[in-house]
């Protein structure tokens, strides 16, 4: 039994002071310091933050490695890079490339995923494979010249390992024949992403299966007051969505009004790319050549590729740019993620009996201590 003392305990409605939280390998309790069992061993917060592990659902790379690698040294590397970012699970997360590349990439994450439950690194959740059933008028950074219909058979095939499936559904079928497909035979999260649909198409998909919206505003039809899009399809449904917060993705002054829209569907993200972690300078995703200056990386055209966010420092942007409570701030990279993907029930907050995935924080959120299952990972 351990026990963290000294700390601002960040739950999913408030923050708890003066009290110490008691786990295994499970959450055991709040409890007040004086009720601290004789035997337990103490970790003191010096009064930072704690709060659950963070959960990235779209991440592409890290220090130099592509989820597209299809490597098992990329996604240990990845991994071992993200936990030092408080992630404590995550989804690395494919793109648009040849579909044997693809399936190399699932098929190293399915073999890696149980032991990543005990190395030094992030846990593999799942993975997040972003196309190839997407748009080429919404393309952004993915090549065009692997873009496919939806394959639903492809889609249950990796159904073990996939969690999240992102496409455009205007490129499935009328009625949405492998949306409807994918539903109803798999509990993979059919999201709608690099997608020119229309406002119709987006809110018949939703009704179709879709549940989930990736990257929100970025890759998608914007809201118009004649043209509504898939973003005022987002917001008139029950979709979650995700929302890189690196500040230039999505403007900051859009947090307060997303939160008031979404409230808890709404999902952080990194989209983080191999550059992610290392100095500015030229790298590559997916085979294709990006630059990183500033906080975004592009191609050598222009187009943005993604970021290179840490999740922690997105959570406190939100935390730092808007008028919401840093638990709910917290909770977009924690609860709200765990939900999308329906794991709630064992990962996302510090309810007792869930897994003992905490992490340690300094007054602005910089990562002092990540623990998953009970264990110790990372120590700053």
């Excluded at 949405?176 to 229309?198: K, L, P, Q, Y």
């Excluded at 922690?312 to 701030?329: A, D, K, M």
């Excluded at 609860?335 to 009996?353: F, H, Q, R």
Aim: glycine content about 10%; some cysteine; charged content about 25%.
């Amino acid at each position: 039994m351990k026990a963290i003392i000294n700390g601002k305990i960040v739950l999913k409605d408030r923050i708890v002071e003066n009290s110490a939280l008691l786990y295994s390998d499970v959450i055991e309790g709040i409890i007040p310091k004086d009720k601290i069992p004789s035997d337990a061993e103490i970790i003191d917060a010096e009064g930072g933050y704690v709060a659950p592990g963070l959960i990235d659902l779209h991440i592409h790379g890290y220090l130099g490695k592509d989820v597209c690698d299809g490597e098992e040294e990329s996604i240990r590397t990845i991994a071992g890079g993200l936990v030092k970012n408080g992630v404590t699970g995550f989804l690395p997360t494919t793109m648009t490339v040849d579909m044997k590349v693809i399936k190399k990439a699932l098929e190293v994450c399915r073999d890696l995923k149980e032991e990543s439950k005990k190395w030094n690194g992030s846990a593999i959740l799942g993975c997040h494979a972003e196309g190839p059933f997407i748009s080429e008028s919404k393309k952004g950074a993915q090549d065009p010249k692997y873009i496919l219909a939806p394959d639903a058979k492809f889609v249950k095939e990796y159904s073990d390992i996939i969690k999240i499936i992102t496409l455009a559904p205007e490129t499935d079928t009328d009625d949405f024949a492998a949306i409807r497909e994918i539903c109803r035979d798999t509990d993979v999260v059919v999201s709608m992403g690099h997608t020119s649909a229309n406002y119709e198409t987006a809110v018949r998909s939703t009704e179709a299966g879709v549940r989930h919206v990736t990257h929100l505003f970025n890759a998608m039809t914007p809201m118009a007051h004649r043209a509504p899009g898939v973003v005022t399809a987002a917001f008139n449904t029950d979709v979650s969505c995700e929302l890189i917060v690196d500040t230039f993705h999505v403007d900051k002054c859009f947090y307060d009004l997303l939160f008031k829209i979404k409230g808890r569907k709404l999902c952080f993200i990194t989209d983080c790319l191999p550059a992610g972690g290392l100095p500015y300078g030229e790298y590559t995703l997916g085979g294709a050549k990006i630059i990183y200056r500033d906080i975004v990386c592009r191609l050598e055209d222009g187009t943005v590729a993604g970021s290179v966010l840490h999740l922690n420092r997105g959570v406190w942007n939100v935390y730092e740019n808007s008028n919401i409570p840093l638990w709910e701030c917290v909770n977009g990279a924690t609860l709200n993620p765990a939900t999308a993907i329906g794991i709630a029930d064992k990962k996302g907050s510090l309810d007792v009996g869930k897994d003992a995935d905490i992490i340690i924080t300094d007054g602005k959120f910089e990562i002092k201590k990540t623990i998953i299952g009970g264990e110790t990972r990372y120590e700053a």
